[in-house]
Antibody, heavy 123, light 108 residues
């Protein structure tokens, strides 16, 4: 059974940093691109960042480029999102999500999602 | 980036009804790489349809997707009580992948 367990959210002041983690199980982790998608309270879904199965390729939404960094450790089946210079508008529930199709491409439909971890940026 | 516009914003229907949700892209979706998701309150999104018309594993056949280019639809042939939720489309043919703003399907 595929499982994604998100963690690391919390309350942080504007300008602060936070590191989110997602531990995966139930599939060959290194074969799949992973993504972070966020959802502000009462709002829709916003894709944030993605990383290839090997970790060689990453990409970011313009709204977080230069502030967030995605990485993965295939030996620990973990993908992380380092978030720096946080702003009030980054307040959201952050989901890690697995690309449905195996392979080298980053983009794709997302067939498994974590339960989400809540990030609140406020003074 | 490709903007996806979903319509209507909210639909009020009854169990047993048939419905069609629309997703229109600001430019052509490469490869018809368009997906549909269902999200219920307090839950993560669930993949329903990928590549515009292929049902994901375990999705009932009352859900179907169609369309190409810039116009896509999700059809639910006969609404069940558990289908009342928010539905999102996503395009993943052009970077950055983007989501529509969602259509809320509520019980009339």
């Amino acid at each position: 059974e595929v499982q994604l367990l998100d963690s690391g959210g919390g309350l942080v002041q504007p300008g602060g940093s936070l590191r989110l983690s997602c531990v995966a199980s139930g599939f060959t982790f290194s074969s799949y691109a992973m993504n972070w998608v966020r959802q502000a309270p009462g709002k829709g879904l916003e894709w944030v960042s993605g990383i290839s199965g090997s970790g060689d390729s990453t990409y970011y939404a313009d709204s977080v480029k230069g502030r967030f960094s995605i990485s993965r450790d295939n030996s620990k089946n973990t993908v992380s999102l380092q978030m720096n210079s946080l702003r009030a508008e980054d307040t959201a529930l952050y989901y890690c999500a697995k690309r449905a199709a195996e392979g080298i491409y980053l983009m794709g439909s997302l067939n498994y999602w974590g339960q989400g971890t809540l990030v609140i940026v406020s003074s | 980036e490709i903007v996806l516009t979903q319509s209507p914003g909210t639909l009020s229907l009854s169990p047993g009804d048939r419905t069609t949700l629309s997703c229109r892209a600001s430019q052509s979706v490469i490869g018809n790489y368009l997906a549909w998701y269902q999200q219920k309150p307090g839950q993560a999104p669930r993949l329903l349809i990928y590549s515009a018309s292929s049902r994901a594993a375990g999705i009932p056949d009352r859900f179907s997707g169609s369309g190409s280019g810039t116009d896509f639809t999700l059809t639910i042939s006969r609404l069940e009580p558990e289908d009342f939720a928010v539905y999102y489309c996503q395009q993943y043919g052009t970077s950055p992948q983007t989501f529509g703003q969602g259509t809320r399907l509520e019980i009339k």
